[in-house]
């Protein structure tokens, strides 16, 4: 006897439902994981931004509402980022050691003459200072491995600035990246009651690379190997 049932419909298959559901479920979530990126990316930025301003016009102990205001998020949001002050400071300070060695380094590249290449160095410092929060800029020191290593490969890299200097007679033989570091520290920190500091500065910097000839009577005083806060973080780095 023929069933007058009609023809049932084809079972969808299971398998395919779900390897069809799987093929577009990662694209989708990659394109949310970007988007979450790319906007935690942009937040991260803002803070560091409005904090950078924030601590050096109020100091390390501005409050963290005040920063997370005026980088336009929720405090929420910063603690997110940034669970701690110590750790906001932290983040500024690797941020402005990572920009002074993208300077040093331009200078070790340089195919100018030593003198010049520092001059480019001062130069770049003092167009960049108002994003420096360092120990010798006013900055806390942070006691971080990776702020460490940082500051080794900028005074390897001006070392090789100096040396290059020594070999063809246009650096004095005492000069020490140290004293680049200081003076890339002065030159950044404007004096109080003048009225265009970048224009002063670039005149320091030039005497102050002029006086890097290869000159006689030596330079007074012992040859700085560190400067006084670094000395500070290094030390307490050291303690177990």
Same mark, same amino acid.
């Given at each position: ?24 479920? !990662? ?12 906007? @935690? ?71 100018? !003459?030593? !003198? ?23 900055? !806390? ?46 030159? @950044? ?46 030390? @307490?780095?050291?303690?177990?």
């Amino acid at each position: 006897m023929t069933s007058s049932l009609p023809n049932p419909r084809p079972r969808s298959s299971l398998r395919g439902t779900i390897s069809t559901g799987m093929s577009e479920t !990662p694209t989708e979530a990659r394109r949310v994981t970007r988007r979450l990126r790319s906007d @935690a990316a942009a937040n991260r930025e803002r803070i560091l931004a409005a904090a950078t301003i924030a601590v050096r016009r109020d100091g390390e102990r501005v409050p963290m509402a005040t920063i997370a205001e005026q980088a336009g998020v929720g405090i929420g949001t910063l603690y997110r980022h940034y669970p701690t002050r110590e750790a906001l400071l932290a983040a500024l300070t690797l941020r402005s050691f990572q920009l002074v060695l993208q300077h040093a380094r331009t200078a070790a590249l340089s195919d100018e !003459p030593a !003198p010049a290449a520092l001059e480019q160095f001062f130069e770049r410092t003092i167009a960049a200072r108002n994003q420096l929060i360092l120990p010798l800029h006013g900055g !806390p020191v942070i006691h971080d491995g990776k702020i460490v290593a940082l500051r080794t490969e900028i005074r390897n890299l001006l070392e090789q600035v100096l040396d290059r200097g020594r070999r063809d007679r246009t650096i004095r033989p005492d000069a020490t990246p140290i004293d680049i570091i200081i003076t890339g520290a002065i030159l @950044a920190q404007p004096l109080p009651h003048t009225t265009d500091w970048d224009q002063l500065a670039r005149r320091q910097a030039s005497i102050f690379v002029a006086g890097l000839a290869a000159t006689d009577p030596p330079l007074p005083g012992s040859r700085p190997t560190r400067a006084r806060r670094e000395d500070e973080s290094v030390r @307490a780095a050291d303690l177990p």
